[in-house]
């Protein structure tokens, strides 16, 4: 009797078993259920995430990841099949997405989105929005508010049924991860950029230009962002999960999620290393050991991928490869972003908004201070609004993360709002100060001297400049491979009276040493002599060059002066690295109000193993006048650019998912032997990067041949980058660009 009553009790709790099984698929079944409910199959709920139409929708199709990537402030569908007709009143259904590893609903890393009446834009909720009476298949339209926190989430469908017995039976069915990312398309995001063109640019172009040089010589080089790569969108995510606050702080940092200012501030800081063991190591000394030079990189795919992979910085790289990451992981997250170059961009260590020089009478660089003039230097602009600044501050958002200054514990810059950079509002926002320096701070060249025990002091202020940095402030065009100018965001004109009275606003919040006070009180540029220096267009690594030194006469009276010039290799940041000639050229007449002229000749020889990364050099110059004792300088910043050595062979049009073969032909552009040459290939869409070593050296004149395969992965335009690294020169790049079309 007692093994009947067992039996009978095992048998109750399968069939309740299957009445909680059942009760899953429906999802959210009204009324009571029917008699027969019980006698129906068991099988579980089929959800249809309908990956391909919501892909297409939230404007993700071209991302990697097997999972579903969706956009916030919009809504998606999803298909549910039940095994019997869904009853509203009975039946509830709940849709949970849990955020991290402790998700909660008070911070909300844990989301209930419940079935309602109607979408609220502003609130998680579903509706149906289809029913077919035969097959149960319910169709459901899902919310996601404009303010969700953005990451990957787990996702359970939960339903709960009332039963006849009045139990009520709830089951929970996992389901598949997807991620929610910004939405640059709906006027809800704080990310929302009107223009479409602009979007296209800003969030879906993975092909983008990095411009560098000199603000004589302006070059753009092609850069594969690659955003929808591999693992790109994982490393991203990965990167704010790493950020110390996120350690330090988890439930407060986690909230922050959903606001593109941190999240854009976290980026900055975690795309470099120096502190937090992110993405990419700097390196400013022409040592790369241990690692390979910064001008190897043809774009950020390699380097996200290989720190995803390996959890290890990767080594080395400047400005241009922090702003080049931070473009792709920006974009991969959905915040419009693009790579910005200053030239001549000011390094301020000192808060003064002046950057600070020091020659001595003979031309000779003295190392005094920390401030530099950098020949070009390239960060991000990411477009948002300003919530947590008074009104008038939304739209472009200067962000670095290249590592130079400490901010608040780490390496990390901005957001910086370009307005109140413009307006010399320099305490809003995020190192705004600094920002503002970079663009708009006046240049000092002082001429020192030794006292009797040594110590270098000032003699006198060489030149002052107001208007020598923040020049040509440069960002890829929009559509178009053009350099677009947005130097007016930054800045009102040079010497307007808004320039001035801009400069004068962050000038009261510098921290101007007293020691220079007096000088800059007094002296004015161009008064007495001033200096000029030009060269010949396009002057070329291998080739002998001139730089023309030009002073004017600005005064009543005739002059004679000594002119006294030193030129060093130096590293694009203006520190100086290698002597490479020093010339004087003494008792020169100088007419009133009339200029005269001299050459500074060099050879290759002069220069030839004392060149670093980039070919920059700088020549500095002091004037002497005999007839007072007053002494002027400056400084003449430029580089030589690289011959073209690259010659990329393969058809114009590719199909897709074929394999083709590439041919790169290298000629040595160098009047010397290069050696350990180095050539890596890459291409969005084409191809991941492709190292290839040559095993000899390429004597002058000589040429080397290598074959790469390819196989296009995306249908549209595409292109072909490609680098070649050598011991004696380095940054020799060219591109080609195909059309990838279907088979």
């Not at 579903?126 to 990957?152: D, R, S, Y």
Request: overall charge negative; charged content about 25%.
């Amino acid at each position: 009797m007692q093994q009947q009553q067992q039996q009978q009790a095992h048998t109750n709790k399968r069939r309740r078993k299957r009445k909680s099984c059942l009760s899953c698929f429906c999802c959210y079944s009204s009324g009571s259920i029917a008699a027969n409910v019980e006698g129906l199959q068991l099988k579980t709920v089929d959800c249809d995430w309908m990956s391909s139409e919501n892909a297409s929708a939230h404007h993700t199709t071209e991302y990697s990841a097997k999972y579903l990537i969706l956009r916030r402030a919009q809504t998606f569908t999803m298909k549910m099949k039940f095994q019997r007709k869904f009853h509203k009143t009975a039946d509830r259904v709940v849709l949970e997405l849990n955020l991290g590893t402790s998700s909660q609903l008070m911070n909300e890393t844990k989301v209930r989105c419940p079935l309602v009446a109607t979408i609220d834009p502003a609130k998680w909720g579903m509706v149906i929005t289809h029913e077919e009476e035969e097959t149960f298949l319910v169709t459901f339209t899902v919310n996601i508010p404009p303010k969700a926190l953005v990451g990957k989430y787990k996702s359970v469908v939960e339903f709960t049924s009332q039963l006849e017995s009045g139990e009520s039976v709830t089951t929970r069915d996992n389901e598949p991860e997807f991620a929610i990312l910004f939405n640059p398309w709906s006027k809800l995001d704080s990310v929302y950029i009107e223009n479409e063109a602009e979007r296209e640019e800003y969030c879906l172009n993975d092909l983008g230009i990095v411009y560098r040089g000199s603000k004589y010589r302006i070059s753009g080089k092609k850069w594969n962002f690659g955003q929808f790569e591999e693992n790109i969108l994982e490393c991203s995510l990965l990167l704010l999960d790493k950020d110390k606050r996120a350690k330090e702080k988890p439930n407060k940092w986690i909230q922050k999620r959903g606001d593109p200012v941190w999240i854009s501030r976290a980026v900055s800081a975690m795309v470099n290393a120096q502190d937090d063991d992110g993405v990419l190591v700097g390196n400013w000394s022409g040592d790369y050991s241990g690692g390979v030079s910064p001008t190897k990189w043809n774009g950020s795919v390699e380097i996200l991928q290989q720190y995803y992979n390996t959890g290890k910085p990767v080594s080395y790289g400047q400005c241009w490869v922090f702003s080049g990451l931070v473009t792709t992981v920006l974009r991969s997250l959905g915040i419009p972003t693009r790579s910005v170059t200053n030239f001549a961009s000011a390094h301020d260590t000192e808060g003064s908004m002046t950057i600070d020089n020091y020659v001595d009478e003979s031309g000779e660089e003295i190392d005094l201070g920390g401030d530099s003039v950098w020949n070009f230097h390239v960060w991000n602009e990411c477009w948002m609004k300003r919530g947590d600044l008074p009104t008038g501050y939304d739209g472009w958002q200067a962000v670095d993360a290249t590592p130079q200054e400490i901010s608040l514990g780490l390496y990390q810059t901005g957001p910086a709002p370009l307005t109140a950079i413009k307006n010399g509002e320099v305490y809003l926002g995020f190192e705004t100060a600094f920002v503002f320096a970079e663009v708009n701070s006046d240049r000092a060249n002082w001429i020192v001297k030794q006292d009797e025990v040594g110590e270098y002091v000032i003699e006198t202020l060489g030149s002052r400049f107001p208007k020598s940095v923040g020049k040509y402030i440069s960002t890829k065009s929009v559509g178009s491979d053009d350099r677009l100018d947005v130097t007016n965001l930054y800045k009102y004109t040079e010497d307007s009276a808004e320039e001035r009275e801009a400069f004068k606003k962050a000038y009261a919040f510098g921290t101007l040493p007293e020691y220079q006070a007096g000088f800059l009180s007094v002296e004015e540029e161009g008064k007495g002599v001033s200096i000029d220096f030009s060269t010949a267009p396009n002057i070329r690594n291998g080739d002998g060059f001139a730089i023309v030194i030009t002073a004017q006469n600005d005064s009543a009276e005739k002059v004679t002066v000594d002119i006294s010039a030193v030129l060093h290799s130096t590293l694009y940041t203006g520190e100086k690295r290698r002597f490479i000639k020093r010339q004087r050229f003494s008792a020169v007449p100088v007419d009133t109000n009339s200029t005269v002229s001299r050459d500074f000749n060099v050879m290759f020889s002069d220069y030839n193993g004392k060149l670093v990364d980039l070919n920059s050099l700088r020549l500095s110059a002091v004037v002497k006048v005999k007839e007072t004792g007053k002494m002027f300088a400056d400084s003449y910043e430029f580089r030589l650019d690289n011959k073209e050595a690259i010659d990329i062979q393969i058809e114009n049009t590719l199909q897709i998912n074929k394999e083709y073969q590439v041919l790169v032909n290298f000629s040595n552009p160098l009047p010397t032997r290069l050696t350990n040459v180095v050539v890596t290939l890459e291409g969005p869409g084409l191809s991941e990067p492709l190292t290839r070593k040559l095993n000899r050296n390429v004597v002058a004149g000589g040429t080397a041949q290598f074959s790469f395969p390819i196989k296009p992965k995306k249908v549209g335009k595409k292109s072909i980058l490609v680098d070649v690294d050598a011991k004696q020169v380095k940054d020799l790049k060219n591109f080609f660009d195909v059309e990838v079309v279907s088979s």
